[in-house]
């Protein structure tokens, strides 16, 4: 064990039951009492490949995963050799693999790091007990309960819970769970959990990023949904899906990104909320619409849950590299927010506040998530507090004094009056050509340079508005990171861990969840007190960083940037700490 | 009829001064739209036009009610997105031939499959007419174009044909030169419920001197002076569809008088009262969160 954490990973390929065993692990070890995340890797195919489950778990919080695992269970050959040196010292290998062959350095990592290995046929085991090889899944399972010496009714309790619609196979992987957990294990040392357990886990959820991203928009408000399904955003179209008899929402898998980012612009025109997700290569073809939403100061909200690019790139991996694609997409200049969710929390929080946002600005609105974030296991006992939705639009008697160039006027803080079609007699028309004040094409020289000044100084008003990014630690620690995204769960995982080992190092962490417009005092500030600032980003050219340079001149002492498609693991941190 | 709060003529007005060229059909269609509108009693408050980009699209300030004049080729996703959220608001589209045919076909094969409950309007004047001149997919073979000097070498596309093929549910043609054919034909669009499809024939003054005005005017006939003609009939909508060349067929070719639109299919939707524009507040989500314990 390292780093205050058990792992678990279990690996297989694509089609071999991986993630629902996975789950039902995630599940049974909560119901015991523990906190955990965790973390999905899997090719972008539908059979063969590696696939891998990861459950980090501990007595306290955690929130990102580890690189290594002390238990590894195997149902394929392929997965084996690609994980196997993921494992701790003293790891134990659970596999099913008749006549596995290690290769002679496998045998060397082996026998120096004293990994015990325990074959189990669980192919021919699932046969005779007259279910298919998809139970093999189960009998592992069984016999990693027995390695943990955890008690048996947890599971009983489970399966029963996860197969409740099928009750046929809850019998048939009971059994198969005791063929597991009845294995001899004589010879082979039980893990001792040295973390104490707590009621509050118990009763805890286990939520992906994107069940947060639907749930965050129902509960703002959203009534429509519109998507074409792209990794890693696709299941907020299948949450949204799974609740739209009870939400009533609107849910509508469109024929392209282009057509779903129309209709949600169609449709928050019209005065509903709307809500669009995509990955870089669908948003790459909704940018023509992100400026439309500039010029006709209609709001709008996209997430784009990011993945490795360019092109096709890693489908299923993660990456934090669209953030310049969010600030510059689509053409001309215009005021606009970007926002970056780091957790489970944040993800809920700013689906409420990017409509926030978009509504009060008339703005679009781009929250990024990744894809660490999206289908990342979070393990939380309640939602954060809800924001209220408010309008920002012309109201009651109002309505009737309008004229219609009172919906672009020139106002001081750039935000001219917003009504809705039907709401008043004052029609206006909302022109994607430069207009006038009631939306006429004009193609003046003064008015064009005064409607361009309207619409950049909600940029400014929005600025002041924003929340500062947040600091974790002291300004004065010896190292300071700075860094947005599904990193920042690595980072305060490192800075627990050190304080835990009461490290003499001191570290501490400035994280942006709102970037743009980008906020500077606290970075100025940093440059002053901070002995060594560290960018940390999941990108190759740390784009925030850049962004920071550009708006400040200020240059970060070291980067330290990933970009292999995985996210910050927890060792990537105290590595490079160690290394200082 | 008293008149009180009718709805007029001049309730659609523009202060704005028109753009397009000396009889471009552009005139006539806008004429026969806003009589539509006025004969469909609709408050300009409680329509909603929405613009392509295009000669089509210059109109957006040219006329009144709420309207959107949005990007090359998108208005149907758009106009989609509109009549959804709020069906009390009639929602009526237009668009060019290159728009809607090059940029955004797309859109039109899934808006008239979906069959989306608002009317679009293709003013079909067999080219690019705002960035002068170039073919588009109606233009006639051999005709020298802007960037086609030795003349178009692809064959023009029957719209409606291609419409056809679909399965509509509503499809119908007119003439630019004819407005009080046309405001019929529109209004029958309106009335429809699902994706009112209108192929507009429109003579083109400046770049296409193949078939202007008079051109039309001695080919086209109305379909409903044909006898025996059923509309209901997908096939015999086909038939006569197909000649664009003597005899041209205008008026609504075919209706499904059963159609259900998109929204009325939708089962989380059925019964419900209010629009989705009244439906936006904050929502307990309290009852969804059983299947993450
Ligand atoms: C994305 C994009 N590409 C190209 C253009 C340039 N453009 C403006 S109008 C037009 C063609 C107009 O032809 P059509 O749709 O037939 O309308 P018409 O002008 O004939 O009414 C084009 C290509 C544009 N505005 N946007």
Known sequence: MTNNRLVIKICGSSGQGINSVGELTAKAIKKLGYKLFGYREYPSLIRGGFASYQIDFSDNTLRSSSKKSDVLISLGRIATHKYLKDLNSSGILIHSLKGMKFEQDEEKFIKENRIKVIFLDAFDMADKLGGKTIIANIILFGLMWKVFAFPIEVVDETVREVFAGNPKYIELDLKAFEAGYNFDLSGVEQIKVPFKKNEKWKNSM???????????????????????????????????ADFYKDTGVLVKQAEDEITAIQMAIGSMFMGTRALVATSGGGFDLMTETISLSGMTETPLVCVIGQRPGPATGLPTWTADGDLNLAIYAGHGEFPRCVIAASDLESVYTLTQRAFDIAEKYQIPVLMLTDKQIAEALFNIDSFPKDSEVKRYLVEGDELKRLISSDRYKFVNNGISSRWL????????????DEHMEDGSVNEEAVNAKQMMEKRMKKLETLYQELPSPMLYGEETADIVFVGWGSAKAAILDAMDQLKKAKSSQSISYLHFDYIYPLKTEEIMDLSEKARKVVLVENNYSGQLGNLIVQKTGYRFNELLLKYDGRPFFVEDILNYLKKL | MNCSKCIQMFDYYSDNIFTWCTNCGNYGIFSAVKRALVAEEIDPKDALLC????????????????????????????????????????????????GTLSEGINHLVHSVRSNYDFTFILHNNENYGLTTGQASLTTRK????????DGVVVEPMNVMEFILGLKPSFAARAFSGDVKHMTEIIRAGIKHRGFSFIEILQNCTTYNAETPHEWYQERVYDISKLKGYNKADLESAKEVSKDLEENIATGVLYEDEDSVDFYSRLANRKGTQTELVDEVKNYEIGNFLSRFN
Do not use: Q, W
Request: charged share 10%; proline share 6%; hydrophobic share 40%.
């Open chain 1, 206 to 240: 286990i939520i992906t990023g994107n069940a947060a991203v639907a749930l965050g928009s129902i509960s703002a408000g959203v009534r429509a949904y519109y998507s074409y399904p792209m990794t890693p955003s696709s299941s907020i179209l299948s949450y949204h």
């Open chain 1, 421 to 432: 079609p039907g709401s008043s007699e004052a029609t206006f028309v909302a022109n994607g």
């Open chain 2, 51 to 98: 613009f392509d980009i295009g000669c089509n699209g210059n109109g957006s300030d040219k006329i009144s009610g709420y309207r959107f004049h949005g990007l090359h080729g998108r208005v149907l996703p758009f106009a989609a997105g509109a009549s959804l959220a709020n069906r009390k608001i009639k929602v009526i589209a237009f668009g060019g031939d290159g």
């Open chain 2, 142 to 149: 051999g005709k020298p174009m802007n960037a086609a000097p």
